[in-house]
Every structure is written in C-alpha cells, then in structure tokens.
C-alpha cells in the first residue's frame, strides 16, 4: 500500500517548496525533491534542517548556474 502524507507533511512540504518522488507504478514513497532546483532529501526532516530559504541544491545552483 502506498504511503499516504499526513496533513502536516503536506503543509511543511508547501513551506520547503518540496514534492514527493514516487514509483509510477506502484506509487511507493523515495523521497523528496526542490521544486526550485531538484535536489533530492530522503525525508521531509531531512530538509527541515534548515531554513525554508536556505536549500543546499539552491545555493549550489546560484553559485554555479
């Protein structure tokens, strides 16, 4: 069965501009993914470690381009 996300995991990923990586098929939870620069987290707390604004893909992809 797929893991289905909380309301609360929901709302911290709109704050952290994240989606949820998924299997097409069987829709079985990866990980997550930036919105903004596609840096893949393992969990939602993983990327809560820091700020809302502070991604470490963003700022790797402002430095670099």
């Known amino acids: 069965m797929p893991y289905v996300l ?5 709302k911290q ?6 989606d949820d990586v ?3 098929d069987t ?6 993914i930036c919105l903004n620069c596609g840096q ?9 470690k820091r700020r809302p604004d502070e991604c470490s893909g963003c700022f790797q992809k402002a430095k670099w381009g």
């Open 40 to 48: 893949r987290y393992p969990t939602i707390e993983d990327r809560m």
């Open 22 to 24: 998924r299997d097409i």
């Open 6 to 10: 909380s309301e609360e995991e929901l």
């Open 27 to 32: 829709h079985e939870l990866y990980g997550f």
């Open 13 to 18: 990923m709109k704050e952290y501009n994240l």
